[in-house]
């Protein structure tokens, strides 16, 4: 499974082990922005700083967009929190391209609670989901 991981860039550490243990499982892991370095990785804290970084911005904005179509599902990590929009956009943009998608944690948007988006509470869940699928793949 190719897969796009979406989480508040704050969880990015959590996010590289994810990455990590879905590789170890033969998972390909399309999102760059969980290892990005530099200008491109980071985020803005207010509009003043995106607009004096708008080509840096952009481009990341892109970036990640690429990444989503390179996926075939959109994996969304959520915390509760009905916060930034970043992750949210990317949650949009795979929905419109007919991805298959998954949200971990609790529900934040209405768009989390359509009919086609599978939902897991919790990690533990994500994992046992992980394996059940693999299971599928080996019969």
């Known amino acids: 499974m190719k897969v796009y ?33 530099g200008p491109i990785g980071t985020f803005a804290d207010t509009a003043a700083e995106y607009a004096s970084n708008t ?30 929009g970043g992750r949210h956009v990317e949650f949009g943009y795979a929905a419109a391209l007919g991805k298959h998608l998954i949200v971990v944690g609790p529900r934040e948007t209405l768009f989390h609670c359509l009919p086609f988006v599978e939902w897991l509470e919790d990690w533990p869940r994500f994992v046992t989901y992980l394996v059940e ?6 019969s």
């Open 133 to 138: 699928q693999a299971e599928l793949i080996r």
């Open 5 to 37: 991981l979406c989480a508040p860039y704050a969880r990015r550490p959590e996010m590289q082990g994810v990455s990590e243990i879905m590789e170890a499982q033969g998972h390909i892991v399309t999102s760059r922005w969980v290892y990005s370095k």
């Open 55 to 84: 080509d840096t911005c952009g481009r990341g904005a892109l970036r990640d967009f690429e990444d989503i179509r390179e996926a075939d599902t959109l994996i969304a990590f959520t915390d509760g929190e009905l916060a930034r």
